[in-house]
């Protein structure tokens, strides 16, 4: 058992090694009675401009009887911190099944849910075979980076297949909705895999596109380390179902057989998706996000949030979260301070915008999705890859506007709402040129309206100050999943096909890193629960 304490303030200026102090005063100790603390929640309260501070939730340790400690503090002291018994659940899991596998675990895809299924079976000996249709991290990179700068287009080697899957190019956000024991266990292990310690209590932990890389390959080489192994280059292309299970998988490298998969394929295998439903795979449509980019001087996003103080030079670039309700409610989506413009590119011939920033979000840019949940009766609700087809054929024309060399469409926000192409190209962080093009031709009228509608309230909220030096680019239209494949709550698997373990984003049941990569680590501890690993 121990304390929990909430809400508990520091200065800007002061250091967080005068917590401990605080934290005891509160409890009315001296700070050598504290055994142990640790920092549970870190937060900005930047309510007023004048007067931001940090508010913290910390655990602490005594050696005296914790229950009268907090009867004490709450009778004798009138304090806005608030004092309570803790007990954190432990993170475990659970023991091997009866049932022996035939052939080792294969998980297709090394984003967040197949790197952290992968880990986790190989930590309890079940040697996994890891399968990733790109490239190894560091090779990626390199692909990458020539095409940043005017290369050709890799297919299998770009922004969003390789090595860390998708999230490896993004701002690295690990914020994440849930709480408990698997969501502490995952930040674990990525401070522990050259992440930094504060991902573990940070309100809105990031660790920026330059950190990701090293991230993705320490837990790799503990995936190795175990058993484990990653082949790259290894792209599934076929699934072979019969009698109501998994046998094996037609891949790039040939046919392997596998009696259980954990299908981590992301957001973007659309090829993959065609594969499931010719084999008869149970999918359906889902309302996914889609928009376009919005993009700021970060200078005036920082002038909004701190006032005139400068505060970046303590805080770093401010971030912000807008939404404005409508008849489709328009919201900004993976907000990237201090970030860059990237193309978000999985086939060639397409075209579509994301974001990213490095650690030290010191990029002289800022931008944010501006997106709307497109329902499933806007698209088509009984074709199961209509959404798919829907993003392909906004990002086809945007390709096609980009002279077919990649060149991000742009528009001066206010003259989107004027419905003017703009003159001149606006000034971007996008690497591989900008070409001029009408927004509203980027995206199905449901969005364009809710643009038109929205755009002027947020404007408002920021008093004049949103729109005035931005510019829309897109499409943004890899947000979610248009498809969801269907699994069964309990067993995790697809109905109808045992062995088989849709997970991420990709099959529809995750929205960012740490929530793919907790869903990656349940399906994990299913295939753990119901299997004994394959006798060497």
């Avoid at 009867?71 to 009866?98: C, D, I, Q, W, Y």
């Avoid at 880990?119 to 990458?144: H, K, N, S």
């Avoid at 002038?303 to 971030?319: F, H, M």
Wanted: proline fraction near 6%; charged fraction near 25%; include cysteine.
């Amino acid at each position: 058992m121990s304390i929990r304490v909430s809400n508990v303030r520091l200065g800007l200026d002061e250091s967080e090694t005068a917590l401990v102090g605080q934290l005891a005063r509160v409890l009315g100790l001296n700070p050598t009675d504290v055994t142990r603390w640790r920092i549970l929640r870190k937060s900005l309260d930047a309510r007023d401009k004048g007067s931001l501070h940090f508010v913290y939730t910390a655990e602490v340790n005594v050696a005296e009887d914790e229950t009268r400690i907090v009867t004490r503090a709450r009778n004798t002291h009138s304090r806005k911190a608030v004092v309570e018994l803790h007990e954190e659940p432990p993170f475990a899991m659970p023991p091997p099944g009866a049932r022996p596998l035939a052939q080792r675990p294969v998980v297709i895809g090394s984003g967040p849910a197949g790197l952290v299924a992968g880990y986790f079976l190989a930590q309890q000996g079940y040697r996994p075979i890891v399968l990733e249709r790109g490239r190894a991290v560091r090779d990626r990179i390199r692909d990458v980076h020539a095409f940043d700068a005017g290369g050709a287009f890799d297919p299998e080697s770009n922004y969003l297949f390789g090595e860390g899957g998708a999230g490896t190019f993004s701002d690295g956000k690990l914020t994440c909705r849930g709480t408990g024991p698997d969501v502490r266990r995952v930040l674990e292990l990525f401070a522990e895999c050259k992440g930094k310690p504060s991902i573990l209590y940070d309100h809105r932990p990031h660790l920026g596109s330059n950190r990701l890389p090293a991230v993705v390959k320490a837990i790799r080489q503990r995936i190795e380390a175990m058993g484990g192994e990653l082949r790259f280059s290894c792209r599934v292309e076929d699934f072979d179902v019969a009698d109501g299970r998994l046998r094996g998988l037609g891949t790039s490298s040939g046919y392997l057989r596998a009696d259980v998969a954990v299908l981590a394929i992301g957001h973007s295998a659309r090829d993959t998706y065609r594969a499931l439903l010719t084999r008869g795979i149970p999918m359906v449509p889902k309302p996914f996000q889609m928009g376009v980019r919005i993009e700021h001087p970060q200078e005036a996003v920082n002038r909004v949030q701190y006032g005139s103080a400068r505060l970046e030079e303590k805080l770093g670039s401010a971030d912000y979260t807008l939404v404005a309700r409508g008849p489709h409610d328009l919201f900004t989506f993976c907000m990237c301070a201090g970030g860059h413009v990237i193309p978000s590119v999985s086939e060639a011939g397409y075209f579509c915008t994301n974001g990213m920033s490095l650690s030290k979000r010191d990029s002289p840019f800022a931008n944010s999705g501006l997106v709307v949940t497109v329902p499933v009766d806007a698209f088509g609700g009984n074709d199961v890859l209509a959404g798919v087809r829907l993003q392909a054929g906004y990002e086809r024309r945007a390709y096609e506007m980009g002279r077919g060399e990649y060149l991000c469409p742009i528009q001066r926000a206010h003259d989107f709402l004027e419905r003017r192409v703009s003159r001149d190209k606006p000034a971007s962080s996008y690497p591989r040129g900008l070409v001029l093009a009408d927004m509203a031709e980027l995206v199905p009228p449901l969005i364009r309206d809710a643009l038109l509608h929205g755009l002027p309230i947020m404007d408002k909220r920021w008093h004049g100050r949103f729109l005035a030096d931005a510019s829309l680019v897109g499409p943004e239209a890899r947000g979610s999943a248009p498809v969801r494949i269907v699994r069964n709550d309990e067993s995790r698997q697809s109905p109808g096909v045992e062995g088989m373990y849709p997970v991420g984003e990709g099959a529809g049941y995750a929205g960012g890193i740490v929530s793919a990569a907790v869903d990656g680590l349940r399906s994990a501890k299913a295939i753990v629960a119901k299997y004994a690993p394959v006798q060497r």
